[in-house]
């Protein structure tokens, strides 16, 4: 079965920007674009409703290496 050309690694919780590159390298691929997504949590203050930023998602897309 052959790999995918174009996939996406997440850095998982607990879990180094270093350590995510040695995972895609030994997986056969190299990182093309680091993307960061933020993630929010939904706070009640003075009955208004606010969505306040409390960590962030770090993905990469990789491609296959030839």
């Known amino acids: 079965m052959s790999k995918k050309s174009k996939e996406k ?6 879990e180094t920007i270093g350590e995510c ?3 895609i390298k030994a997986a056969g691929y190299f990182p ?3 993307m960061e997504e933020p993630v ?3 706070r009640i203050e003075n009955g208004k409703v606010q969505y306040v930023p409390v960590d962030r998602k770090i993905v990469f897309e ?5």
């Not at 690694?9 to 607990?14: D, S």
């Not at 990789?62 to 030839?66: D, H, P, S």
């Open 32 to 34: 093309v674009r680091r």
């Open 62 to 66: 990789v491609k296959l290496i030839e």
């Open 9 to 14: 690694f997440e850095v998982i919780e607990g």
């Open 40 to 42: 929010f949590a939904e």
């Open 21 to 23: 590159l040695d995972r």
